[in-house]
């Protein structure tokens, strides 16, 4: 009795790790994400509502993050142009299967984005400059830190600022048609913004190791 109790224990450990296999599968390599079908049906705000929900979700169990090495430091801004193409399906030629691809780069590579979104404000293509406006909204969202160890009192206060940060761009939304003298300002406010924020989207030599070993999941 003793030896088949010992043997159903032992079994266990396989099992258990063939379930978390199985999750972590089916979390991180299943296709596509919740809303996409629908997203081009609403209106600009409403989108940017239900990306700021989900980019929340993802950030609590890391699921922007890659999965085992990170080289989104390297992205350039000639890629990050194509996604932006691709995904809005701005030349009317992408499939759905690259639109949601390309959509799903742009929201997990956040803070990476940010320095290569501000020199298209000033593309020659107005579609390309409005949606690039729109994506640097959440890709220049910080992480709040975490509350639960060290000095609780500094990380509440260093989130009370992230989060003051945060709301300052929420709404500076390129949603219709807007005049050259608003582009113009809307343009503007991102360059002084990124003027006082640069550091926070740059990463030095040993920053970009440190991320390409542990900014995964």
Known sequence: MLQYTIKRLLL??????????????????APG?????????????????????FRIFKEQFNLDKPILLNMRFNDTQEEVREWLVAAYNLEGNATAAERIAAQETLDDHGNYLVRHLLPLLADPDIEVRKVANNVLIPASQLRFVSERRGDIDAARKQNREISKRNQRVKGWVWDGDLSEAEQAALAAGWKDWYAENQADYTWTTTEKAEAFFFDTR
């Open 12 to 29: 266990t450990i396989p099992t258990f790790l063939f379930i978390s296999l199985l999750l972590f599968l089916v979390l991180n390599i």
């Open 33 to 53: 994400r919740p809303g996409a079908a629908n997203s081009g049906q609403q209106g600009e705000s409403t989108q940017q509502e239900q990306k700021e929900s």
